[in-house]
């Protein structure tokens, strides 16, 4: 049985360390904010925005949540955009996606101050990323490198699988795993022998949104599989979460591998977080401390 990777606890201790250095932040007069602003009354992003708070605060953090009307042109959200770029008390700016079809969500993430974008969505933070400049990487990979470093320490030559190609996930976590010198193959739908791709990887990354699309048959003896889905399924007649990944097979084989609930998704919140923390001590010339 592959050994469970623990991203709960993980992310409470990088919370924890995070906070150390918001109280050093706020010795020398500077408070870390984040501003998060929800478009509608979307249940998930409720649930997603009112967490994201909750963890601004528990860690020290000045919080801002701003929520507007799901009828809000792009005009008015784009001037709420401009005011946050503006307001020298927030450090980190957030736009909760998805927003409704008014609103160009593109056009809304190129608004945002890149050096504020906690989500590094920003072109211009894809850019400084497989550019090898310093960015802000969007959270949810950079938890997923977070994790296989702390369970491998070193990835160089390791062979890499990331089955999804979004801008979110699949190209981003693409270029961090190449910046620790993985031999990379990005898969996805249209992947001619998606089984074997699979079966030759040391890493697996499954971040297609496909409920257990990737099978425990396909992967490689002694494989880190990291499961990004979070599906909600109904099964014997009850509501459950699943992964990309067939976990109860997989786990038989892999080395390591994340749960789902409790794997990749916990470290999205610390790792915005720890985006804000980095977007605070670079605005005011402080050396960012490495906490991973």
């Known amino acids: 049985m592959g050994k469970l990777i ?22 020398k007069s500077i408070k870390p904010g984040l501003a998060v602003v929800r478009v509608g009354e979307d249940p998930a992003s409720a649930v997603y925005v009112n967490m994201k708070a909750k963890k601004t605060e528990e860690v020290g953090m000045h919080s801002v949540t701003k929520i507007l009307d799901e009828n809000t042109s ?57 550019s090898n400049i310093d960015s802000l990487v969007p959270c949810t990979p950079l938890g997923c490198k977070m994790l296989l470093l702390n369970e491998l320490k070193d990835l160089t030559g390791k062979k890499a699988i990331i089955v999804g190609r979004s801008n979110i996930v699949g190209k981003p976590m693409a270029s961090l795993l190449i910046g620790e010198n993985c031999t990379v193959t990005v898969a996805h739908s249209k992947t001619k022998d998606l089984e074997g791709e ?23 003896p002694g494989a880190t599989v990291i499961d990004v889905g979070i599906n909600r399924i109904e099964r014997d007649g009850k509501k459950k979460l699943v992964g990309d990944v067939e976990f109860i097979e997989a786990e038989k084989i892999a080395g390591a591998i994340t749960p789902v609930p409790g794997g990749v998704g916990p470290m999205t919140i610390a ?22």
Not at 6 to 27: M, P, Q, R, S, Y
Not at 84 to 96: E, H, T, W
Not at 276 to 288: D, F, G, P, S, Y
């Open 74 to 130: 792009q005009e008015d959200l784009l001037k709420i955009v401009e005011e946050l770029n503006k307001d020298d008390a927030i450090n980190g700016i957030l736009v909760q996606l998805p927003l409704p079809k008014q609103i160009n969500e593109d056009a809304v993430i190129n608004s945002i101050n890149p050096d504020k974008d906690v989500d590094g969505f920003h072109a211009i933070n894809t850019g400084r990323l497989w």
């Open 271 to 292: 790792c915005l977080l720890h985006n804000t923390l980095i977007a605070t001590c670079r605005r005011h010339n402080i050396e960012v401390p490495r906490l991973f």
């Open 6 to 27: 623990n991203g709960k606890e993980f992310a409470d201790n990088l919370c924890k360390k995070i906070a150390t250095e918001v109280t050093k932040l706020k010795d």
């Open 198 to 220: 699979v079966k030759k990887s040391d890493i697996v990354v499954a971040a297609v949104g496909v409920p257990e699309m990737v099978k425990g048959s396909w992967i490689k």
